[in-house]
């Protein structure tokens, strides 16, 4: 991304991760100046698969095609 200065990242999270928790997602991210108004993060009511989630399913597609549109909002609150 330093390189890239127009690469962009998407990192989708399930609240129920249990092998990947979001917040460590987080704190990586965030930890070695990766320029995070370039970092979407999105949350979902799922763990590690959260496409076999139905409704998480739902979102991650709908995201997705948010993310290729350019038009995919960071979820991390503020």
């Given amino acids: 991304m330093r390189r ?3 690469l962009r990242a998407w990192v989708a999270n399930g609240y129920f991760d249990m092998i990947t928790p979001f917040f460590d997602a987080e ?4 930890r070695y100046g990766i320029p995070q108004e370039r970092v979407a993060m999105t949350y979902y ?3 590690h698969m959260m496409y076999l989630n139905d409704g998480a399913l739902d979102a991650l597609a709908a995201d ?3 993310f290729y549109a350019g038009r995919l909002e960071d979820q991390r609150p503020d």
């Fill in 4 to 6: 890239n200065t127009e």
């Fill in 45 to 47: 009511q799922a763990g």
């Fill in 27 to 30: 704190i990586t991210f965030a």
């Fill in 64 to 66: 997705l095609r948010a």
